[in-house]
């Protein structure tokens, strides 16, 4: 991604702001998985489920949900 040529932001902040944003994507992504992998395998090896996994036990199947924030 770049600025056009006679944009007053310089092209360096633009992708400055580009990688940041690619960082919270990634970071927004492992949180919906409720914090990677072995996060998942520890709360399940110690008899525990996530808390997306006890909410879908909690909800009717295909009610609507509205989740705020990440």
């Known amino acids: ?13 633009v992708d400055a702001w580009a ?6 994507a990634g970071e927004a992504e492992r949180i919906r998985q409720g914090g990677g992998s072995k996060a998942i395998e520890r709360q ?3 008899g525990r ?6 909410l879908e036990l ?8 509205l989740e705020l924030g990440l």
């Open 1 to 13: 991604m770049t600025a056009p040529s006679d944009s007053p932001v310089p092209s360096s902040s």
């Open 49 to 54: 489920l996530t808390a997306r996994e006890r």
């Open 19 to 24: 990688e940041l944003w690619q960082e919270l």
């Open 44 to 46: 399940h090896s110690k």
């Open 58 to 65: 909690l909800l009717d199947p295909g009610a609507p949900v």
